[in-house]
């Protein structure tokens, strides 16, 4: 089984930029196709971005889209979200997941498709 640990959260102002990364360990990473999600308070968990284990293919959400880029390097275990022109409203904890995958490039887009977690970690945007 896989564990995912994220880091690189923080406090920015608006306008400014976050790496967020996910590292995980346990079984081989190559194999679960990852994805980024949020939750803001007194707000449901809400999918940010998706990415196949082959790396070929992404998705995001559109209020992130053109903001974000979500990547992987297997080869360290680990995905990252890359997040620019940060808003308020980006205010959140921030959650990478993991689901086994066959398919190379099929990815996932809602919480319920995802059976590991990471612990999560704070995003706080400044206006």
């Known amino acids: 089984q896989v564990q995912l640990v994220e880091s690189g959260g923080g406090l920015v102002q608006a306008g400014g930029s976050l790496r967020l990364s996910c590292a995980a360990s346990?079984?081989?990473?190559?194999?679960?196709?990852m994805g980024w999600f949020r939750q803001a308070p007194m707000k449901a968990r809400e999918f940010v971005a998706a990415?196949?284990?082959?790396?070929?293919?992404?998705y995001y959400a559109d209020s992130v889209k053109g903001r974000f880029t979500i990547s992987s390097d297997n080869a360290k275990n680990t995905v990252f979200l890359q997040m620019n022109s940060l808003k308020p409203e980006d205010t959140a904890v921030y959650y990478c997941?993991?689901?086994?995958?066959?398919?190379?490039?099929?990815?996932?887009?809602?919480?319920?498709?995802?059976?590991?977690w990471g612990q999560g970690t704070q995003v706080t945007v400044s206006s």
């Open positions: 997941a993991a689901r086994p995958e066959y398919y190379a490039n099929t990815l996932y887009l809602k919480v319920r498709d995802y059976d590991i």
């Open positions: 990415i196949s284990w082959g790396g070929t293919n992404t």
């Open positions: 346990g079984r081989t990473f190559a194999s679960y196709a």
